[in-house]
């Protein structure tokens, strides 16, 4: 069955907000300062507290998307495109700022910003968290070698 690609996959911002969760904390939300697993979720928000030492945290804290005013789901379509353009046979150097503005429909700046982050981050050990998010299924607990030396193998191209 081909992939359905990321629209299809997390269609909504909380779908999204959910793969990076379970990317970033396979074994349940911890405070990314004391490592408790003692917290809370403050609903209207979208944001965690711990408990033990009163941090407050979202799901994008210290990651590649803190502070971002992008919306997860731009997140993971540009990279979906940036990965699909590198495995593509007329590979020529990935899209431009120009061209993901347009498909986008965000700023130049935004487009370049959000083009550089996710190449950076690709080029990260099995594709740092937001090849993590995209390039494994959401019912494989723990992807075998295999599959990370596929993954690195096809993002190696990328560096």
Request: net charge neutral; with cysteine.
């Given at each position: 069955?081909?992939?359905?690609?990321?629209?299809?996959?997390?269609?909504?911002?909380?779908?999204?907000?959910?793969?990076?969760?379970?990317?970033?904390?396979?074994?349940?939300?911890?405070?990314?300062?004391?490592?408790?697993?003692?917290?809370?979720?403050?609903?209207?928000?979208?944001?965690?507290?711990?408990?033990?030492?009163?941090?407050?945290?979202?799901?994008?804290?210290?990651?590649?998307?803190?502070?971002?005013?992008?919306?997860?789901?731009?997140?993971?379509?540009?990279?979906?495109?940036?990965?699909?353009?590198?495995?593509?046979?007329?590979?020529?150097?990935?899209?431009?700022?120009?061209?993901?503005?347009?498909?986008?429909?965000?700023?130049?700046?935004?487009?370049?910003?959000?083009?550089?982050?996710?190449?950076?981050?690709l080029q990260l050990p099995n594709g740092g968290v937001?090849?993590?998010?995209?390039?494994?299924?959401?019912?494989?607990?723990?992807?075998?070698?295999?599959?990370?030396?596929?993954?690195?193998?096809?993002?190696?191209?990328?560096?």
């Amino acid at each position: 069955m081909p992939p359905k690609g990321v629209t299809c996959e997390w269609p909504t911002e909380d779908s999204c907000r959910a793969r990076l969760a379970e990317v970033r904390w396979p074994n349940g939300i911890e405070c990314p300062r004391g490592s408790s697993a003692h917290v809370g979720l403050l609903d209207k928000r979208q944001t965690f507290y711990c408990n033990a030492c009163r941090c407050q945290f979202t799901v994008q804290s210290g990651s590649l998307f803190h502070h971002s005013r992008v919306a997860l789901q731009l997140w993971f379509l540009t990279a979906e495109i940036i990965i699909q353009n590198r495995a593509s046979v007329w590979y020529s150097g990935g899209p431009t700022g120009h061209a993901l503005k347009d498909m986008l429909g965000i700023s130049y700046a935004a487009a370049y910003k959000l083009k550089r982050k996710i190449i950076a981050e690709l080029q990260l050990p099995n594709g740092g968290v937001i090849g993590q998010c995209i390039l494994m299924p959401a019912d494989i607990d723990r992807p075998d070698d295999d599959d990370l030396s596929e993954l690195n193998e096809l993002l190696y191209g990328i560096r």
